[in-house]
């Protein structure tokens, strides 16, 4: 694009990537056309899944939200590198992977800087064999020991004070032996207490509405005072 600027991040401990692949990742059309491209998931925004080698990956674009999305769906006003939302979330999944936190594990992340805007792509490794707890949520039942490890995952974040912006029942990735937290834009480290209560609101409610809305969806107060369980667990 004219008067655009590229502005590309690797995570030095992935494999190196050719120079031929650099913006191929970034790019669903040409994902497709070099038979990467595996799947393809619609909300909000598409999330794209592909194969680079032996890995798996994770494509997000990042889409405005709330009011601001009638203006421009992708478009955000450019104040330094510092300041973007995608270069904030880049820096602290780099934080979460120096901790060993259950997070995604950061690939690459494109910033394309034009004139005063800027729009943003990041690649994250993907966690193979898991669903979301909303998912999971309306087709099975779930032990109380599953419910619990949710809890003891949050308290793990919680711990080492990260905050989530939007902890809601499909940002937990469960496999059949760990639960995982995803969707870290608008996240940060945030010492003090005072936050954690209202994040730990926000996914009651979201499995609340899940519970109001859907036919089918096993969840119930108990479901939650078992997670809290695992919550107040201290090693």
Request: glycine share 6%; net charge positive.
């Amino acid at each position: 694009m004219a008067g655009s600027t590229d502005i590309v991040f690797i995570n030095p401990h992935f494999s190196v990537l050719p120079d031929s692949l650099k913006q191929v990742i970034f790019e669903p059309q040409l994902l497709k056309e070099a038979g990467l491209l595996i799947k393809e998931l619609r909300g909000r925004g598409a999330t794209y899944f592909f194969k680079l080698r032996e890995d798996r990956c994770v494509l997000r674009h990042y889409w405005r939200g709330g009011s601001a999305r009638h203006f421009s769906k992708d478009r955000y006003v450019w104040m330094g590198l510092k300041r973007t939302r995608s270069f904030r979330e880049w820096k602290l999944l780099e934080q979460l992977e120096s901790l060993s936190l259950p997070a995604p594990r950061r690939i690459a992340l494109r910033i394309i800087r034009t004139g005063l805007f800027y729009r943003s792509d990041i690649v994250t490794k993907e966690i193979q064999d898991s669903v979301s707890l909303s998912a999971t949520l309306k087709v099975e039942d779930l032990e109380k020991s599953v419910w619990m490890r949710i809890g003891r995952m949050i308290r793990l974040f919680h711990d080492h004070n990260v905050y989530h912006q939007d902890l809601n029942a499909s940002n937990i990735l469960l496999t059949l032996q760990y639960c995982y937290l995803i969707d870290f834009d608008r996240g940060r480290i945030d010492a003090g207490n005072g936050w954690k209560a209202g994040t730990l609101n926000r996914l009651k409610r979201s499995l609340e509405k899940f519970a109001t809305n859907e036919t089918t969806f096993h969840y119930d107060p108990g479901k939650w005072m078992s997670l809290m369980d695992g919550y107040q667990q201290v090693d």
